[in-house]
T-cell receptor, first 113, second 112 residues
Protein backbone atom coordinates (compact mmCIF):
# COMPACT_ATOMS: atom_id res chain seq x y z
CA UNK A 1 0.00 0.00 0.00
CA UNK A 2 1.37 3.39 -0.99
CA UNK A 3 1.48 5.71 1.99
CA UNK A 4 1.28 9.00 0.10
CA UNK A 5 -0.02 8.78 -3.44
CA UNK A 6 -0.32 11.50 -6.04
CA UNK A 7 -2.06 11.50 -9.37
CA UNK A 8 -1.21 11.97 -12.10
CA UNK A 9 2.46 11.10 -12.18
CA UNK A 10 2.99 13.06 -15.38
CA UNK A 11 1.00 16.00 -16.71
CA UNK A 12 1.67 17.82 -19.97
CA UNK A 13 -0.58 20.75 -20.74
CA UNK A 14 -0.72 24.00 -22.67
CA UNK A 15 -0.24 27.46 -21.27
CA UNK A 16 -3.43 29.03 -20.02
CA UNK A 17 -5.07 25.74 -19.05
CA UNK A 18 -6.37 24.88 -15.58
CA UNK A 19 -5.25 21.60 -14.02
CA UNK A 20 -5.47 19.72 -10.73
CA UNK A 21 -3.13 17.34 -8.95
CA UNK A 22 -4.55 15.02 -6.30
CA UNK A 23 -2.90 13.68 -3.18
CA UNK A 24 -4.06 11.12 -0.67
CA UNK A 25 -2.36 9.70 2.40
CA UNK A 26 -3.41 6.56 4.25
CA UNK A 27 -1.16 7.08 7.26
CA UNK A 28 -3.73 8.78 9.46
CA UNK A 29 -1.59 11.92 9.55
CA UNK A 30 -3.03 15.29 10.46
CA UNK A 31 -0.71 17.43 8.36
CA UNK A 32 -0.16 17.56 4.61
CA UNK A 33 2.11 19.65 2.42
CA UNK A 34 2.75 20.66 -1.15
CA UNK A 35 6.32 21.22 -2.29
CA UNK A 36 7.62 22.43 -5.65
CA UNK A 37 10.91 21.11 -7.01
CA UNK A 38 12.33 23.17 -9.86
CA UNK A 39 14.63 22.07 -12.67
CA UNK A 40 17.65 22.66 -10.45
CA UNK A 41 16.21 20.28 -7.82
CA UNK A 42 15.48 23.14 -5.46
CA UNK A 43 12.68 22.01 -3.14
CA UNK A 44 10.42 24.73 -1.75
CA UNK A 45 7.39 24.50 0.51
CA UNK A 46 4.22 25.91 -0.99
CA UNK A 47 1.41 25.06 1.43
CA UNK A 48 0.74 23.16 4.60
CA UNK A 49 -2.62 22.01 5.92
CA UNK A 50 -3.41 20.66 9.35
CA UNK A 51 -6.76 18.94 9.86
CA UNK A 52 -8.11 20.50 6.66
CA UNK A 53 -7.05 24.00 7.66
CA UNK A 54 -4.40 26.05 5.89
CA UNK A 55 -1.52 26.79 8.25
CA UNK A 56 1.30 27.72 5.92
CA UNK A 57 1.05 29.62 2.67
CA UNK A 58 4.39 30.66 1.28
CA UNK A 59 4.58 33.35 -1.38
CA UNK A 60 2.80 31.38 -4.04
CA UNK A 61 0.77 33.05 -6.84
CA UNK A 62 -2.95 32.94 -6.14
CA UNK A 63 -3.37 30.91 -9.33
CA UNK A 64 -2.47 28.02 -7.05
CA UNK A 65 -5.33 26.95 -4.80
CA UNK A 66 -5.02 24.00 -2.46
CA UNK A 67 -8.14 22.23 -1.27
CA UNK A 68 -8.44 19.74 1.55
CA UNK A 69 -11.82 17.97 1.56
CA UNK A 70 -10.70 15.86 4.52
CA UNK A 71 -7.46 15.37 6.37
CA UNK A 72 -6.43 12.45 4.17
CA UNK A 73 -6.58 14.49 0.97
CA UNK A 74 -4.87 17.65 -0.23
CA UNK A 75 -5.43 18.60 -3.83
CA UNK A 76 -3.70 21.36 -5.76
CA UNK A 77 -5.54 23.29 -8.43
CA UNK A 78 -3.62 25.57 -10.76
CA UNK A 79 -5.33 28.17 -12.93
CA UNK A 80 -3.98 29.81 -16.07
CA UNK A 81 -0.85 27.68 -16.22
CA UNK A 82 2.40 29.41 -17.18
CA UNK A 83 5.67 28.03 -18.55
CA UNK A 84 7.36 28.77 -15.23
CA UNK A 85 4.98 26.41 -13.45
CA UNK A 86 6.79 23.47 -15.05
CA UNK A 87 8.30 21.54 -12.16
CA UNK A 88 7.86 18.42 -10.08
CA UNK A 89 5.24 18.86 -7.37
CA UNK A 90 5.52 16.72 -4.26
CA UNK A 91 2.85 16.04 -1.74
CA UNK A 92 3.93 15.03 1.75
CA UNK A 93 2.36 14.29 5.10
CA UNK A 94 3.43 14.15 8.72
CA UNK A 95 1.74 13.05 11.89
CA UNK A 96 1.40 16.57 13.23
CA UNK A 97 2.90 19.94 12.28
CA UNK A 98 6.60 19.87 13.05
CA UNK A 99 6.88 16.08 13.21
CA UNK A 100 10.42 14.82 12.82
CA UNK A 101 9.63 12.93 9.65
CA UNK A 102 7.58 13.79 6.60
CA UNK A 103 6.53 11.13 4.11
CA UNK A 104 6.63 12.11 0.47
CA UNK A 105 4.64 11.05 -2.54
CA UNK A 106 6.31 10.09 -5.81
CA UNK A 107 5.83 13.50 -7.33
CA UNK A 108 3.90 14.86 -10.29
CA UNK A 109 6.00 16.10 -13.18
CA UNK A 110 4.12 19.04 -14.69
CA UNK A 111 5.24 20.28 -18.10
CA UNK A 112 3.62 23.40 -19.49
CA UNK A 113 4.11 23.89 -23.22
CA UNK B 1 23.18 32.81 -0.66
CA UNK B 2 21.06 29.80 0.06
CA UNK B 3 20.32 28.68 3.59
CA UNK B 4 21.44 25.11 2.96
CA UNK B 5 24.20 24.42 0.46
CA UNK B 6 25.46 21.20 -1.05
CA UNK B 7 27.70 20.34 -3.94
CA UNK B 8 25.68 19.14 -6.89
CA UNK B 9 27.51 15.98 -7.91
CA UNK B 10 29.63 13.23 -6.42
CA UNK B 11 31.02 10.27 -8.33
CA UNK B 12 32.47 7.23 -6.55
CA UNK B 13 33.53 3.71 -7.37
CA UNK B 14 31.48 0.81 -6.08
CA UNK B 15 32.82 -0.41 -2.75
CA UNK B 16 34.42 2.93 -1.83
CA UNK B 17 33.05 5.28 0.82
CA UNK B 18 31.03 8.31 -0.20
CA UNK B 19 30.98 11.52 1.78
CA UNK B 20 28.30 14.05 0.99
CA UNK B 21 28.71 17.46 2.58
CA UNK B 22 26.26 20.17 3.51
CA UNK B 23 26.59 23.61 5.08
CA UNK B 24 23.82 25.60 6.64
CA UNK B 25 23.57 29.14 7.86
CA UNK B 26 21.15 29.21 10.78
CA UNK B 27 22.62 28.26 14.13
CA UNK B 28 19.15 27.72 15.62
CA UNK B 29 18.70 24.47 13.70
CA UNK B 30 17.11 21.82 15.86
CA UNK B 31 17.07 18.85 13.51
CA UNK B 32 19.23 18.17 10.47
CA UNK B 33 18.11 15.58 7.97
CA UNK B 34 19.34 13.51 5.10
CA UNK B 35 16.73 12.51 2.53
CA UNK B 36 17.28 10.24 -0.47
CA UNK B 37 15.48 10.63 -3.78
CA UNK B 38 15.73 7.78 -6.23
CA UNK B 39 14.89 8.40 -9.90
CA UNK B 40 11.17 8.96 -10.40
CA UNK B 41 10.43 8.68 -6.70
CA UNK B 42 9.67 10.95 -3.80
CA UNK B 43 12.02 11.85 -1.00
CA UNK B 44 12.64 9.23 1.64
CA UNK B 45 14.04 10.08 5.05
CA UNK B 46 17.37 8.31 5.49
CA UNK B 47 18.43 9.60 8.85
CA UNK B 48 18.40 12.69 11.01
CA UNK B 49 20.43 14.12 13.83
CA UNK B 50 19.41 16.35 16.67
CA UNK B 51 21.50 19.47 16.94
CA UNK B 52 23.00 18.56 20.32
CA UNK B 53 24.62 15.45 18.85
CA UNK B 54 27.97 15.21 17.06
CA UNK B 55 27.58 11.89 15.38
CA UNK B 56 24.99 9.29 14.54
CA UNK B 57 25.65 5.90 13.01
CA UNK B 58 23.12 3.61 11.40
CA UNK B 59 24.55 0.56 9.62
CA UNK B 60 26.45 1.88 6.57
CA UNK B 61 25.47 5.49 7.26
CA UNK B 62 27.39 7.87 9.49
CA UNK B 63 26.23 11.42 10.06
CA UNK B 64 28.70 13.96 11.44
CA UNK B 65 27.63 17.36 12.69
CA UNK B 66 30.04 20.21 13.33
CA UNK B 67 27.81 22.81 14.88
CA UNK B 68 30.56 25.40 15.20
CA UNK B 69 31.22 25.34 11.46
CA UNK B 70 27.55 24.61 10.62
CA UNK B 71 28.66 21.62 8.61
CA UNK B 72 26.83 18.33 8.21
CA UNK B 73 28.11 15.28 6.37
CA UNK B 74 26.76 11.91 5.38
CA UNK B 75 29.19 9.06 4.94
CA UNK B 76 28.05 5.92 3.14
CA UNK B 77 30.39 2.99 3.66
CA UNK B 78 30.86 0.35 0.95
CA UNK B 79 28.82 2.33 -1.57
CA UNK B 80 26.70 0.21 -3.89
CA UNK B 81 25.12 0.98 -7.27
CA UNK B 82 21.75 1.00 -5.51
CA UNK B 83 22.93 4.02 -3.54
CA UNK B 84 22.91 6.11 -6.73
CA UNK B 85 20.37 8.82 -6.04
CA UNK B 86 20.05 12.46 -5.08
CA UNK B 87 20.73 13.16 -1.41
CA UNK B 88 19.10 16.18 0.20
CA UNK B 89 20.29 17.86 3.33
CA UNK B 90 17.60 19.74 5.27
CA UNK B 91 17.44 21.74 8.48
CA UNK B 92 14.56 22.51 10.77
CA UNK B 93 14.80 25.66 12.85
CA UNK B 94 13.80 26.26 16.42
CA UNK B 95 10.75 28.48 16.57
CA UNK B 96 9.09 30.07 13.55
CA UNK B 97 8.13 27.80 10.69
CA UNK B 98 8.62 24.14 11.45
CA UNK B 99 8.99 23.35 7.76
CA UNK B 100 12.47 22.00 6.93
CA UNK B 101 14.61 23.99 4.52
CA UNK B 102 16.13 21.76 1.88
CA UNK B 103 19.40 22.06 0.02
CA UNK B 104 19.48 21.51 -3.74
CA UNK B 105 20.58 17.94 -3.42
CA UNK B 106 23.78 16.08 -4.32
CA UNK B 107 23.57 13.58 -7.15
CA UNK B 108 25.58 10.54 -6.14
CA UNK B 109 26.77 8.45 -9.08
CA UNK B 110 28.20 5.05 -8.26
CA UNK B 111 30.13 3.34 -11.04
CA UNK B 112 31.57 -0.18 -11.17
Amino acid sequence: DTAVSQTPKYLVTQMGNDKSIKCEQNLGHDTMYWYKQDSKKFLKIMFSYNNKELIINETVPNRFSPKSPDKAHLNLHINSLELGDSAVYFCASSQVPGSTEAFFGQGTRLTVV
Amino acid sequence: GEDVEQSLFLSVREGDSSVINCTYTDSSSTYLYWYKQEPGAGLQLLTYIFSNMDMKQDQRLTVLLNKKDKHLSLRIADTQTGDSAIYFCAEKLEGGSYIPTFGRGTSLIVHP
